[in-house]
Structures are given as structure tokens and as C-alpha cells.
Antibody, heavy 118, light 107 residues
Framework: EVRLVESGGGLVQPGGSLRLACAAS????????MSWVRQAPGKGLEWVGS????????YFVDSVKGRFTISRDNAKNSLYLHMDSLTAEDTAVYFC???????????WGQGTLVTVSS | AIQMTQSPSSLSASVGDRVTITCRAS??????LAWFQQKPGKAPKLLMF???TLHSGVPSRFSGSRSGTDFTLTIASLQPEDFATYYC?????????FGPGTKLDIK
């Protein structure tokens, strides 16, 4: 069974940085797009960014451009989200997800909570 | 960016009811739309992709359709486990965008 497990969430001060990780198993990680999606407390889902199978293409929502970076290590079956200059508006549960064409987002992790507060 | 609107924002229904949720895209997204179900404290679960293709393991009471830029998720006969929040996602272009969600609760 496909498994995605996020880690790295926690409490960080405004202006701080954090790196989230997503460990993947039971599928050929290097063959799929991977994405991060977040959900602020009591709010809806927001797409954060996606990375192509080989890492050559990356896309981000405007609100995180220049602050967040997505990377992947296909040898380690791992996805990362590096977040800088964090603000209270970045407080959310962050999910990683795997998808293929045509838009089959077939597995999600359980999420990791990021809280930005002083 | 493509905007996704979703209606209704909330819906009260009873077990056995037929319910319909609609998403509208601000521009043509072909069939590149997925539907998700989310329960409190849990990750979203894929129900439908490519507008009308049922994801593996999803009960057949769920169905999807498209008419132009309007997309519909129908639950033929509500079951107790279907009470949740439903989201659509356009997977046509970046940035990907979700609808704001429809909360389905018990009448």
C-alpha cells in the first residue's frame, strides 16, 4: 500500500525557517509528481507547490514564491519543503501528496502541523 | 490563476438522500478536475479524477460529470460515512486551485 509520512512540523517564530520532509514507500517514487498542500486551522485546502518526477520543474502558489523551496531525493524516496520567512499566515497542517496523469491524486500523507507564533 | 467556485458551501441531508455538489471553473479546464472527501483531522481522500472517473475502491454511489466549465459530484444515496467536507481541485494548469469546499452534514 502506498505510504506517505510527513515530519518536521512544529512551533517556529515569525521570520523563522523550517524544513518538512515526506517519506514515501510502496511505489516508484521517482516516477511521480509530488506536491505539498496545506490547510490552515478551520479552513479549506490550499495547494502550495509541486515538483516534477526528476525535480526539473517546480511550481508554487504566489503567496510562498521566493520563501518556500521544494526538493526531492529520489534515491531516498523523500520529498522536502523548505520554508523561510515564515509568518502567522503559514500556520497550517501540511500534507504531501502523490499524483499522476490525469489528475489522479491517489495518496496523501497524514499531515504535519506548522505553527508560526512568538 | 483559474478560480474554482463551489456550491453549496454547506448542505444538510439525510441518509438515503441524493445530493449534488457543483464546482465551476473560471475558464476551460477540459476534464482536469478531481473530487476529494475530507473528514475532520484526516487527510483528503480521492473520490473522482478526470471529472468522471471513479477512483479505485470508491463506492459506485459516487459519480461525477462535466458540462463545459461546470462539474458535478453526485452521491446517489447518502450513507452515514459520507458526511464530510468535499473539495474539487483543478489539475489543468499551475497554480493548482481547490474549490472552497462543501460541508455535508446530517439533517
Amino acid at each position: 500500500e502506498v505510504r506517505l509520512v510527513e515530519s518536521g512540523g512544529g512551533l517556529v517564530q515569525p521570520g523563522g525557517s523550517l524544513r518538512l520532509a515526506c517519506a514515501a514507500s510502496e511505489f516508484t517514487f521517482s516516477s511521480y509528481w509530488m506536491s505539498w498542500v496545506r490547510q490552515a486551522p478551520g479552513k479549506g485546502l490550499e495547494w502550495v507547490g509541486s515538483i516534477k518526477e526528476d525535480g526539473s520543474d517546480k511550481y508554487f502558489v504566489d503567496s510562498v514564491k521566493g520563501r518556500f523551496t521544494i526538493s526531492r531525493d529520489n534515491a531516498k524516496n523523500s520529498l522536502y519543503l523548505h520554508m523561510d520567512s515564515l509568518t502567522a499566515e503559514d500556520t497550517a497542517v501540511y500534507f504531501c501528496a502523490v499524483s499522476d496523469y490525469p489528475g489522479r491524486w491517489f495518496s496523501w500523507g497524514q499531515g504535519t502541523l506548522v505553527t508560526v507564533s512568538s | 490563476a483559474i478560480q474554482m467556485t463551489q456550491s453549496p458551501s454547506s448542505l444538510s441531508a439525510s441518509v438515503g438522500d441524493r445530493v449534488t455538489i457543483t464546482c465551476r471553473a473560471s475558464q476551460d479546464i477540459k476534464n482536469a478536475l478531481a473530487w476529494f472527501q475530507q473528514k475532520p483531522g484526516k487527510a483528503p481522500k480521492l473520490l473522482m479524477f478526470a471529472a468522471s472517473t471513479l477512483h479505485s475502491g470508491v463506492p459506485s454511489r459516487f459519480s461525477g460529470s462535466r458540462s463545459g466549465t461546470d462539474f458535478t459530484l453526485t452521491i446517489a444515496s447518502l450513507q452515514p460515512e459520507d458526511f464530510a467536507t468535499y473539495y474539487c481541485l483543478q489539475d489543468y494548469s499551475f497554480p493548482r486551485t481547490f474549490g472552497p469546499g462543501t460541508k455535508l452534514d446530517i439533517k
